[in-house]
């Protein structure tokens, strides 16, 4: 019971109390008057911390009150010449190009990195964030070392010699309640994996309120709300909230490139995608890959009446999916979204707080873990029970006025970690398969052979921080490679 004396006085719980009856959701309080002090404190300063009017607003306009649906509903294949492709040989100089750009733009510190890394590895049977993740490589390196390191050597490519000022990309980690304190610790325990700390910036995605089919604020406990992730869209306002954009501003950066943790072959700070959408003016931009097949259940970027959009497989009919660009076998929508992103700076901080309020959320109903407000039961839900609102990333792309889209090989840039191991797909056994293969190719694009034992899977892997994609290598050039070594010095290696 709250019997010493809280952090809050009487004056300022009626005063909340009052919010939340207005609102019609003063059940919240059911058990206050039972709570011990400590409990009692924490949902007085949780209550306090959500605005419980814009919440239920979101609500209204979602579930009780939804925009209209549009009369008619028009999609469109992208336009042949509104995107490029790095898989077109024709286009190697302009390749070139675009790297160059970009390696000019992270040599004059104008690019940081934003990492989506909210997750924790539940599929993958670990309640750790997704990024400690290890996913057999021969260095035992896990998910964020990996990227860290390609950030390293990615500096090395574009700090300029002959100065004693030296690139630096900011790396900003979007974590959540659950993954926060242990992402922090990894990182410190890792020493920033070779990165100065101060280089890098934390923040929290938020979070929402979880609501009953009636509108209904769920208590997760009797003392605390049930709240869940905003959804990968909640990034923008987070962004702000936390100070990162200002952050970023106070140091000069233009060009910003976002990606999720789970993707084992991002090239981070990716040079050809920055330079490319620098170079076309664009305020916004994403790199897609071809679709395996015309039924792969993935969403594709295209027209929704005139706009830029994320349209789901099931939004497309079979008649389309198997269409084909005239006088090609290629497939009309075929541009498989990949949740990699470029933003101008300008974009962030001026153009998305103006978008956003014109967003609408998305409902997921969910079964939520709750306290029954009449009993104070415990609910464990065998069917959806609730509500949890949320917003894509993507759901800015219909107000951009500016879009690249690139698109690039599936085997050297997207090996996604979602399922559990031994599922086959898109699991821990296939993103190790995909990034020693992609280092076996290393090798060999620079004129090496990696003497592979039939029936035998290699154990093949080139550090990062010897080379972020291929460069570097010439050496290599002639000799053949023991297929199981993890090479860390280009001048140290095992051959045959």
């Given at each position: ?7 809050f006085t009487s004056e300022s719980l ?153 690139a630096i990309i900011p790396w900003l ?170 933003y101008t700076l300008d974009f962030l ?148």
């Amino acid at each position: 019971m709250v019997q010493s004396t809280p952090s809050f006085t009487s004056e300022s719980l009626a005063a909340l109390k009052k919010r939340y009856a207005d609102a019609s959701q003063a059940h919240v309080f059911k058990f206050f008057d039972d709570l011990e002090d400590e409990a009692a404190t924490a949902l007085f300063e949780q209550l306090s911390s959500i605005d419980i009017e814009r919440c239920n607003e979101f609500f209204d306009r979602t579930v009780r009150n939804p925009a209209p649906l549009e009369d008619s509903v028009q999609l469109e294949p992208l336009a042949s010449d509104s995107f490029a492709s790095t898989l077109d040989s024709a286009q190697a100089d302009a390749n070139a190009e675009w790297r160059a750009e970009g390696i000019r733009l992270i040599r004059e510190n104008k690019v940081a990195v934003i990492l989506l890394a909210g997750g924790q590895g539940t599929r993958l049977g670990s309640s750790a964030p997704k990024g400690c993740y290890d996913i057999g490589l021969p260095s035992g390196k896990c998910l964020f070392e990996i990227q860290a390191e390609r950030i390293r050597r990615l500096q090395e490519i574009a700090s300029d010699k002959d100065s004693a000022t030296k690139a630096i990309i900011p790396w900003l980690v979007m974590t959540s309640g659950p993954t926060s304190a242990a992402t922090q610790k990894k990182f410190a325990d890792e020493d920033y994996f070779g990165l100065n700390p101060n280089d890098v910036f934390f923040f929290n995605q938020g979070v929402l309120p979880c609501f009953d089919f009636d509108g209904k604020i769920m208590l997760e406990q009797p003392g605390k709300v049930a709240v869940a992730p905003d959804g990968n869209g909640g990034i923008y306002e987070a962004l702000r909230l936390s100070g990162a954009l200002d952050w970023l501003r106070n140091r000069g950066v233009e060009h910003i490139h976002s990606y999720c943790v789970d993707n084992c072959l991002v090239r981070v700070a990716d040079p050809t995608f920055i330079g490319y959408a620098a170079l076309r003016g664009a305020e916004c931009g994403a790199l897609v890959v071809p679709k395996k097949s015309w039924d792969e259940p993935v969403g594709v970027i295209c027209l929704r009446n005139g706009h830029y959009s994320v349209v789901e497989y099931s939004e497309i009919s079979e008649d389309m999916a198997r269409m084909t660009r005239e006088g090609t076998s290629q497939l009309a929508y075929n541009a498989g979204n990949i949740c990699n992103h470029f933003y101008t700076l300008d974009f962030l901080q001026k153009r998305v707080p103006d978008i956003e309020s014109r967003l609408e959320h998305h409902v997921a109903k969910k079964k939520i873990k709750c306290v029954d407000i009449e009993s104070g039961a415990q609910i464990a839900p065998t069917k959806p029970n609730g509500i949890k609102l949320e917003r894509f990333v993507f759901d800015v792309f219909p107000y951009v006025q500016r879009m690249a889209i690139l698109e690039v090989d599936r085997k050297d840039q997207f090996s996604p970690l979602k399922n559990a191991p031994g599922s086959g797909v898109d699991c821990p056994e296939t993103s190790r398969s995909d990034l020693i293969q992609q280092c076996i190719r290393f090798a060999e694009d620079a004129g090496a052979r990696v003497q592979l034992v039939e029936g035998q899977e290699p154990s093949f892997e080139i550090s990062a921080l010897v080379s972020y994609a291929g460069e570097g290598l010439e050496s290599l050039k002639g000799k053949t490679l023991v297929a199981d070594q993890l090479i860390t010095d280009i001048n140290s290696v095992a051959t045959v």
